[in-house]
């Protein structure tokens, strides 16, 4: 479970203390073979683009290497020569070499740019798809700002990798043959004397890539606190306000921000004192260039030609040692970003669907549990020996005091988690032995604690069945008790739901994820708790349209206001997770047990006054 | 140009950095002017064996006139003294020297600028941040969480390339440009004006750039906002999307956006993919425009040859400013895309603001609150409170009831001034709240909102918010209170659980639970409980409510509830109908009065035979359908 993006995790509490969501084993590798042949799978379907990239990256190289050398020739043969006629064809050679040089220099940008954001668009379009797979456990468990990050930012360095990194170690690598294979062949002294400051720069670069690690984990960690930190504080700044923490709150985010600012500012510094250092090394040669070919001219033992040519590719010879420096940083980082991308790829929903899970037939109804055991976490059991059984067109409600699992089963019902112990039916057949697609697909769930999305308000009711027609909006709108409220609305069912449902009264949400269930048509229907906000009278109503629509389907009902529940064929009381009680209201009250004390103390003390 | 002088305007904190940066590049343009001319120095010395041809022995060193010859001859009284070797040798460490100079004021350049640039950074994010909590509910009604949060990162973040890139660069290169366009005019005027040829074309190519590029950039930033956005509310509706089986409709949904930023990006790219090699290619006109004409040059002998190879080595320092020019042209477009989309977010007024002659309340008010015919609407022409007026005295208990969507939560929000009223007016105390300091109001009221909203971290930081300083001993009381300390000392980690984002680990119940003990600990005079205890089952709500009884004494409380059985106690219940009050008193006096109220009272204490019947309608229904 190491999904932050950095070792600081980024969760917060109010208190301003961060807790651990996962650990960064930022291994730093710069090459992870597996991790390169998975990435590299992402490219394969443009392999034509990146060759064609590759082709003009050599040609470019090739046309800058003979710049220099046609100056060269220039002097020394022309100028020197007073050659009128040789000097206006090196003129002509020098354009039609640039004229090439920056054509096939901007094509291949394009095209790797092209490629790579084609890729980057793929990689993440999977992530998104596969972010929706996995199971609800997940999650719970992964903050959701973080997980956006990585959805871009672990993503980007990939793609800085993959469409850049590479071209660019290639034409690097060939420039740096093409010129010591030029020097050498120019002046063989000359040039062993500048390669003696090689050895100088790649040990100045192996110190720097050591401590260049450290310091860009640091930044991405910091980063990765500020988003995390920033995107609760906005989700939650009602509390925030109403509790007057402002100046707290604001106090936590500038620390967690000067960090990311200090940890930007030691990773840059690092940078400013490598590139000057790997400059200064280059100049160096220069200097040397300089004196010793400075005194080879003057014994004439070099023509000035070749002096002028040597100093232009010295500067050329350092640019891409410069260069691979950097992409050794790059490298770094994509292969930890990489890893992480690939992690999360990887990580199989926690509830999987078999490969011989079939699609489930159209459902009956009857549910079972049976032995039903359930933990979120392994040490602490939620449910215990829970059996139940409802026959199809049956309701049957769930109640108990408040953590005692009433939410847990429904989840169980809709396969959002496994059980840990016996198992969930639906007509007879496992549910772990279905595609879960096909069975949440004649399911409608209220759950306890809706989400409305941003769009309007027909596109929410229509959200399971996004084919269904206006009429049918408003059919369920009407069951829901929810048209009343959306006709006096001047825009009506076009009305903009803000995000999370923030323009609508809590009870007025309830009713449109009750509108929004019923549309979908389900065979069972789960409420948990769905109108818990919504007023008696309004209540009644939905009762009312809903036993219309239930005829025949099965319902599970939770709710802690017993006038809810009262017209269930059966109901279950809960408590720390068993099943205390069950059988019929009249049953139960005549039992004389722990829901004919609920019952008492909700509605006959209420009579009695 | 008001987007340039917003962006400045963050510069201001970070003077230093920046006179820093400024000399230092300014010494730096200096210095890389200075090694071209000791290159040429050397050059017209090793040049003498070519046009006197006489042997290296009878050197003589005449140095130039210039202050590198001067340099040059530091330590020695006779020129003529030296050998030729000699004068190279000094060259070339003079060249080590300036080289190290150059090092170094690279190294000071960057850094200081990106002490400034990240330092800059932080402050833009410190102020929208401050920003972002000064403005009211309404705006974040309005907004999507994700795309404000691609505002404060990914846009403020161009602020560092603006000022630790962007504008170092510019100031140096345009230094540069005339420095070496000085030097340049000393060789020979002419050829310095031929290699100005190609400018026109980068400045024309330049202007063109500017006009698509920003609104691409801009595009770009705002698609990846968008793309934020819709991801965001993506996952936080994942159990949705789940029980709807709506996975792949969503995936292709985010896909779309996906594929619209990557265009958007790449409409940028390609801009950028033409305009440099074109900058690079114009530039590079010069050195073939220097091969002929200067070649020539120096066939007629109007130029030395020394004097062409200082010129094809200053050329590359002449177009190099060009080139980076270009790049911080780009730069500067891109910061400015992301400058607008800052200051746009800055610029939002917040339209719940504090008098600037604001007062403080004292430490505790009583808590006396009255509405004065105050109407309230969030939409225009949708009027969702009219003309209320209720005074509530110091310690009563007051309920508000009625159906769903009516204004309840609307009107308890008014008080802590979440909203401001349209008319009328809100006192506490006395003092109309506008009057006072949004702190020291907030801080006299205690609010469990409807829709509870836990902190990612654990259950303690959770009570603690809105008093970190409490004790133990406090917060266990009031985790009690609210009947939490039970379930929360049976976790394996009791109050140091992680409740995770939201709160997704705990029920429905726990949750309030948890709501409710972190008003409690909050200890103000004014009590909100709105709908506190809807998913808490009756028996735990009895308990709760017995606790808050006590602590209700000598607080003003406003209840909202739509289980009757929780405000009965109340000093006064008020029915909200349409948008108005229409009924007051205790439970007593509606009860016996025909109204909502005890509409409401039968419905929940309706006679089962309805339910029985219901029920045996669908089953004989279910009959048919099997
Ligand atoms: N996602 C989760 N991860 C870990 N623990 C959880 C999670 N969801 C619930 N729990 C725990 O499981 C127990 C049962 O929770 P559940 O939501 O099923 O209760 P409930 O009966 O629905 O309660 P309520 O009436 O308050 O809604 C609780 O102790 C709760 O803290
Ligand atoms: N932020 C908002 N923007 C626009 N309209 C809003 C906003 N919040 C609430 N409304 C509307 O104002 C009206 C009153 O909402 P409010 O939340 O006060 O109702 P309520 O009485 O608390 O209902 P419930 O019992 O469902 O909680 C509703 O019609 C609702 O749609
Ligand atoms: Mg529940
Ligand atoms: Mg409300």
Redesign the pocket.
Known sequence: MSFSIGTTSVGRGPGGILHGLGDDEDKGRVWDAHVVSRMLAYVKPYRASMVTAFVLTVISAALGLAVPYLIKIAIDQHIVNRDLVGLDLIALATLVAFVGLYASSAIQQYLLSLTGQRVLGEMRSQLVGHLQDLH??YH??HIIGVTISRVFSDVGVINDLLSQGLITLASDVLTLIGIVVIMLLMDPRLALLTFTVVPLMVVATMIFARHAKVAFRETRATNASVVGDLAEDLAGMRVIQAFAQEGTEQEHFEEVNRANRDANVRAMTLSFIFMPTVQFLGTLATAVVLFFGGRAVASEALTLGVIVAFLSYVTRFFQPIRELSQLYTTMQQAMAGGERVLELLDTRPGVPDRSSAVEMPAIRGRVELRDVGFA??SA?P??RDVNLTIEPGETVA?V????????????LIARFYDVTEGAVLVDGIDVRDVAQRSLRRQMGIVP?DPYLFSGTIADNIRFGEPEASDEAVREAARMANADEFIERLSDGYETQIQEGGANFSVGQRQLLCIARAVLADPRILIL??ATSSVDTMTEVLIQDALDRLLAGRTAVV?A?RLSTIRNADQICV?DD?RIVEQGTHEELLARGGVYRELYERQFVSASAV | MKTLRFLFGYTRNHRFPLIVTVLAMSSLTAVSLVEPKIISEMISIVKAPFSTSVGATSFAYVPSSNFIGRLALIGTTDPSRLTMLDVIGRLAFLALVFYILRAVLTFLRSYAAHVAGWGAVADARRDIYRHLQRLSLRFYEDQKTGDLMSRMVNDSDMFETLIAHAIPDTIVNVLLFFGVAAILMGYSTRLMLLTLVPIPMIVFAARGFTKYVRPAFRARQKELGDLNATLNDNLSGIREIKAFTREDIEAERIGAHISRYRDSLLRALRLMATFHPFVEFSSSLGTIVLIYFGGQLVLQETLPLEDLVAFFLYLNIFYQPVRMLSGAWENIQHAMAGAERVAELLHEEPDVVERHDAVTLPERADGAISFNGVSFRYVEHQPVLEDITLHIPAGHVVALVGPTGVGKSTLASLIPRFYDVIDGSITLDGHDIRDLTLRSLRQQVSIVLQDVFLFHGTARDNILFGRPDATEEEMIQAAKIANAHE?LDT?PEGYDTVI?ERG?????????RLAIARAVLKDAPVLILDEATS???TQTEMLIQEALERLMVGRTTIIIAHRLSTIRSADAIVVLEGSRITQTGTHEELIVQDGLYRQLNEVQNEIEPRYVMLRERRRSAAQVVV
Request: aromatic residues 4%; without cysteine; charged residues 20%.
């Open positions: 609800l456990g719970d468990t979120y976490r602490e939620v449910l769930l108990g005091p408040t953590g005692a699992g009433k939410t847990s089963i429904s989840n306890q948990d708790e939770i802690h809960i997770g | 379930f976790l995770g997704v680990k705990l029920s429905g119940g726990q949750k309030q998913s808490v089952d």
